[in-house]
């Protein structure tokens, strides 16, 4: 055995509870797990010593948007995925609202061309629904790195929308795998923006783009799942509506989302933050954000995701309405999340189960999401006993800014592991940014989805 590696005396996050022991990944799988025991060193491992640091999966983020192709100078493959690793993050689905759209296989294969030479992590991408390219959207099933369909019911950033009963009724009568929508009701929504078009105050977002917005469109998608029993997973959940109502009515064939930002903010945080804080669907209030809490963790909501989707703050500048909608999050979520954990909110397990192994139940991903033998060896070793400031400069994000700015965290990510290879270093204590271990396109690989 050589060229393995072997991290000895952290606590592990496995399945059934937290224990301290070593773990031993070779050829990118995990091969040995002692609870409570010692593996011995072999020669050529790497071995890390784990104490003090807990040690996770590595972390699923299947809502990003890293910009590639189209819009480098927010985001490409690379630095999304160097931030993604910063964060923990091993793998990441990738939205379809590039410059061009990927809205077929030849755009898809780009796109996983591109991540191929760039990407650190594990990735996978999705089609872009249109009114017209049902063929296209069935030529990708079974295509190894393609997750799933995406489908835009209200409008947001960038062109793909489809709207109408009849081609949203072909779309869900006519493919296969897991269709994730984003839910707003476009009718309602274009009857209501005329009505806020006097307002220049963010507030007036979340008001414009109201929770009945959103419940029309989550009953509607429900509907269509349940008529032609498809798969259907709901992205960026907002309201306490919608996830009560999802809590009776989801079924089965149903999952949904909520990310840390709905989590983490309300109305007076989007008012301290402006346009820092804008983004489709907006951040609301309060009491949405105590319901998304109540129905994470009944089991309604299925796992947190960031909706990663960095503008320059140049671009920001003109303040709302103008700003364009979106905010960086893919290398602070996991800390926000365990910050959240070990504040009392939820517990390290919960985040482990929120957004690991969840993120790959919903989409299929074998042999992720766990600390298990056999599974693959994407780990993070977390420091939960060090609390950091986060500031806009320590960020790995080409636009170079986070929403958290200013906010101490917990929970960094002292190693963040793909395949068994070490792609991203933080020492503890040392400078918050860290250091990336690995040349893009050296780590990583196209996902497959059952």
């Not at 951040?283 to 954000?289: A, L, M, N």
Request: glycine share 10%; hydrophobic share 40%.
């Amino acid at each position: 055995m050589s060229g393995g590696l072997l991290i000895q005396n952290s606590m592990m996050a496995l399945p059934n509870g937290i224990v301290q022991g070593d773990l031993r990944v070779v050829d990118g799988i995990i091969t040995t797990i002692a609870p409570n025991g010692v593996i011995d060193p072999v020669f050529g491992e790497i071995v890390i010593d784990g104490n003090g640091l807990h040690l996770l999966p590595g972390a699923i983020d299947p809502h990003v948007h890293f910009r590639d192709p189209g819009h480098p100078e927010k985001e490409d493959l690379e630095s999304g995925s160097r931030a993604a690793a910063s964060g923990g993050i091993t793998s990441f689905l990738d939205m379809p609202n590039t410059l061009p759209n990927a809205i077929n296989r030849t755009a898809l294969k780009e796109k996983l061309s591109l991540a191929s030479k760039k990407a650190v992590t594990h990735h996978g991408f999705f089609i872009g629904a249109t009114a017209n390219n049902t063929a296209d959207l069935q030529s990708v099933e079974g295509m190894e790195g393609v997750c799933g369909i995406k489908i835009f019911m209200g409008s947001s950033t960038g062109d793909l929308l489809v709207h109408e009963q009849r081609h949203l009724e072909d779309i869900f009568a006519n493919t296969g795998g897991v269709i994730a929508t984003h839910a707003e009701d476009e009718k309602r929504l274009q009857s209501r923006i005329p009505q806020f078009s006097h307002r220049k105050d963010i507030a007036a977002h979340a008001e414009c783009r109201d929770v009945e917005c959103a419940l029309i469109a989550t009953k509607r998608a429900s509907a269509l799942a349940k008529d032609h029993n498809h798969r259907l997973h709901i992205v960026h959940l907002t309201s306490g509506a919608e996830a009560d109502w999802l809590s009776l009515n989801k079924g089965n064939l149903i999952t949904t989302e909520v990310c840390t930002q709905h989590l983490t903010f309300d109305q007076d945080d989007v008012e301290d933050l402006g346009v820092r804080a804008l983004m489709n669907p907006p951040i609301r209030y309060t009491e949405d954000r105590d319901a998304l809490w109540k129905r994470l963790k009944d089991g309604t909501i299925d796992c947190v995701v960031t909706d990663h989707a960095p503008h320059t703050l140049e671009a920001k500048s003109v303040g709302y309405p103008q700003a364009p909608a979106g905010m960086p999050g893919v290398e602070t979520s996991l800390p926000v999340m365990l910050t959240h954990a070990m504040d009392g909110k939820c517990s390290v397990g919960d985040v482990v189960n929120w957004m690991c192994a969840g993120p790959a139940r919903v989409y299929g991903m074998k042999n992720k999401g766990s600390l298990i033998e056999g599974y693959d060896g994407d780990l993070t070793l977390v420091d939960l006993e060090t609390r950091r400031v986060i500031n806009d400069s320590d960020t790995w994000t080409k636009v170079g800014w986070t929403p958290y700015a200013g906010r101490e965290l917990t929970g960094w990510p002292v190693y963040t592991i793909v395949d068994g290879v070490v792609v991203h270093r933080r020492e503890v204590g040392g400078a918050l940014r860290g250091m990336p271990m690995a040349l893009p396109g050296s780590a990583g690989r196209a996902l497959r989805f059952e």
